[in-house]
């Protein structure tokens, strides 16, 4: 399963690092790419999509769901 998130705040490989790291700790996560460029994030495995957005907003950059 892969779940697209467009990320706001983001700026520079620093907030790059910090989104992928809060996202690829969550249970079921199994792989992260992130976009600066695109301001998106995109996610493959299992994890709760809600539980995604309040990881990347715990780090101080706006989520949602891609599309939504």
């Not at 989104?19 to 700790?25: C, H, S």
Request: hydrophobic share 45%; aromatic share 2%; with cysteine.
């Amino acid at each position: 399963m892969q779940t697209e998130l467009k990320i706001s705040g983001m700026s520079c490989g620093h907030c790059v690092k910090a989104v992928e790291k809060a996202l690829g700790a969550l249970p079921g996560v199994e792989g992260v790419q992130v976009s600066l460029d695109e301001g998106k994030a995109t996610v493959q495995g299992s994890a709760d999509a809600g539980a995604m957005i309040a990881a990347v907003k715990e780090e101080g950059y706006g989520a949602e769901v891609a599309g939504a």
